[in-house]
């Protein structure tokens, strides 16, 4: 099988975040689908190993907001390269809250959702979450990030003199070889299969 054909599936670029008592947070995924219109739900998929994961499944809510083409690195970095288990990723970063209470980011975005969690399905590594979307606004009329836009565009080039496996998603290298199979990216928690030798 060329595993590589799965690139090949177009997937946006998103911030989910969630709310538990005083406690904010979010990460960065590429798993929002719309899967009904009438009424519209959505799915996400989260790795088990988020925080924002443990505070969906506590909370049952999330909002989404959708990344343009206008987003920068340094957005992706703070939510998504750093764990809220030991951070305050608002800390320094402007928000709006929507009306479920929930923030929501306007920088380098062009939209959010905010959703209630209807159904969980676990995968394994991931829980998937079947939503009803009970809310969202458009930010502005810049075009939605694709995976792809990001990997071309938003994402800095890994340094060319790194030595060893280099993260595909994020830039992170591993100095060993080989790479363990099961390992999983410090800072972005992508697997293996995300890494090329350098
Ligand atoms: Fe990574």
Redesign the pocket.
Same mark, same amino acid.
């Given at each position: 099988m060329d595993t590589k054909v799965l690139r090949k599936i177009s997937d946006g670029l998103y911030l989910l975040t969630a709310k538990d008592g005083n406690k904010l947070n979010g990460c960065v995924i590429n798993t929002l689908e719309r899967v009904t219109t009438t009424p519209n739900k959505v799915t996400i998929s989260v790795i088990k190993e988020n925080f924002t994961h443990d505070m969906i499944m506590k909370t049952g809510e999330f909002n989404v907001s959708i990344f343009s083409e206008a987003a920068d690195f340094e957005t992706l970095k703070n939510f998504g390269f750093q764990s809220g288990k030991d951070t305050d990723k608002f800390k320094d970063f402007p928000y709006e809250t929507s009306e479920n209470g929930l923030p929501y980011i306007t920088k380098g975005t062009n939209g959010f959702i905010s959703a209630k969690v209807f159904e969980k399905i676990d995968l394994g590594t991931h829980t998937l979450f079947i939503a009803d979307v009970t809310d969202g606004e458009t930010l502005s009329s810049e075009p939605s990030a694709t995976y792809d836009y990001y990997q071309k565009n938003i994402k800095e080039a890994p340094d060319k003199k790194a030595k060893g496996w280099v /993260?595909k998603? /994020?830039g992170?290298v591993y100095e060993g070889d080989p790479l363990p199979e099961d390992f999983i990216?410090p800072? /972005?928690k992508?697997g293996a299969s995300d890494f090329e030798k350098h």
């Open positions: /993260c998603i /994020c992170y990216c800072l /972005c992508h």
